[in-house]
């Protein structure tokens, strides 16, 4: 054997420090993986979480860790907020809501005050 490249893979646990890096040669024989398991016993109960739709990986060590990765929300798929701003001439617009949004805040302070208020169905 003249030249032999080889490949390396590390696995880490996401919330823990644990960490391994081996040969994939290494870790396609049977002596190479008990190597590897001896030096990095918790290998056997790696374990990786795929999210589908946006391609994110979370790898875990052992069951308590995937746990604490779900507990964080991190597998949860984020919706992002799309804000629209208004466009063209549309001040009378702003003025109504402005308005109503006057009128609401004065509603609230009147019902805290016990005063009566007049309800008005929206336009
Ligand atoms: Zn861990």
Known sequence: MGIVDNQFRTVSCEQCDKTATFSLQEFQTPDGQKRILEESPWIRGFRVANMVFDGRVYGYCSSLCEIK???????????????????????????????????????????????????????
């Open 69 to 123: 990765g779900i507990e964080t929300g991190s597998h949860e798929f984020v919706e992002k907020k799309v804000i629209e701003f208004p466009t063209g001439n549309n001040l009378e617009a702003i003025k109504r809501a402005a308005a109503e949004a006057a009128a609401k805040a004065e509603g609230t302070k009147a019902l805290k005050e016990g005063r009566p208020v007049n309800i008005q169905p929206g336009s």
